[in-house]
Nanobody
Framework: QVQLVESGGGLVQPGGSLRLSCRAS???????????MGWYRQAPGKQRELVAT???????NYADSVKGRFTISRDNAKNTVYLQMSSLKPEDTAVYYC????????????WGQGTQVTVSS
């Protein structure tokens, strides 16, 4: 019902920057509005964790480990969410997943396929 296309992942050196993008599409978006979008990540051998979220009204939430380094933003007209990542550390290496939640939709949320971010020399 909702398709999420992620882009921007790749290999970057420690201290570098990356900008992730995620665009939501699907006919259901003509019926239900997006309530919130966000980013989660999962490193090898670890559980998936929240990175950052943003509501349609602009309220944001960040994991303590990324505060001051990552910035989440969105373009409501394009149904797109961004994650600007700066001062990247090797510990940030993970698969990053986009997530979207719709108002009034019985489906809790939708997930993208994920994009690999690798921070290494």
């Amino acid at each position: 019902q909702v398709q999420l296309v992620e882009s921007g992942g790749g290999l970057v050196q420690p201290g570098g920057s990356l900008r992730l993008s995620c665009r939501a599409s699907g006919s259901i978006l003509s019926i239900f509005s997006i309530n919130a979008m966000g980013w989660y990540r999962q490193a090898p051998g670890k559980q998936r964790e929240l990175v950052a979220t943003i509501t349609s009204g602009g309220s944001t939430n960040y994991a303590d480990s990324v505060k001051g380094r990552f910035t989440i933003s969105r373009d409501n007209a394009k149904n797109t969410v961004y994650l600007q990542m700066s001062s990247l550390k090797p510990e940030d290496t993970a698969v990053y997943y986009c997530n979207v939640r719709l108002i009034w939709d019985r489906t809790p949320s939708y997930w993208g396929q994920g994009t690999q971010v690798t921070v290494s020399s």
